[in-house]
């Protein structure tokens, strides 16, 4: 069974920039796809960036342009770089497998935009 967990959240500001990381007791090698997700106060979880084992991404709109998701699978580790980011960006970061996810997510890390 897979074990995840993120670090790397923080307070920022607007504009400013973070790094997520996602460490997995497993093999994500084995895993095609990978994804970070985040879930809002009041808000159900939603998928943001996806990233295959051939490298290919794909993003939801909101965070186009401005997140880039990474994996290194010798690390077993998934990452999220943030950029520009805005107060609508506030969350709680998830990794997990994607589309479809495994029944077991980690504790997640929160990130803050405010000013």
């Known amino acids: 069974q897979v074990q995840l967990v993120e670090a790397g959240g923080g307070l920022v500001q607007p504009g400013g920039s973070l790094r997520l990381s996602c460490a997995a007791s497993?093999?994500?090698?084995?895993?095609?796809?990978m994804g970070w997700y985040r879930q809002a106060p009041g808000k159900q979880r939603e998928l943001v960036a996806t990233?295959?084992?051939?490298?290919?991404?794909n993003y939801a709109n909101s965070v186009k342009g401005r997140f880039t998701i990474s994996r290194d699978n010798a690390k077993n580790t998934v990452y999220l770089q943030m950029n520009s980011l805005k107060p609508e960006d506030t969350a709680v970061y998830f990794c997990?497998?994607?589309?479809?996810?495994?029944?077991?997510w980690g504790q997640g890390t929160q990130v803050t935009v405010s000013s």
């Open positions: 997990n497998a994607a589309p479809k996810p495994f029944n077991t």
């Open positions: 497993g093999i994500i090698c084995s895993i095609n796809a």
């Open positions: 990233i295959l084992n051939s490298g290919t991404t």
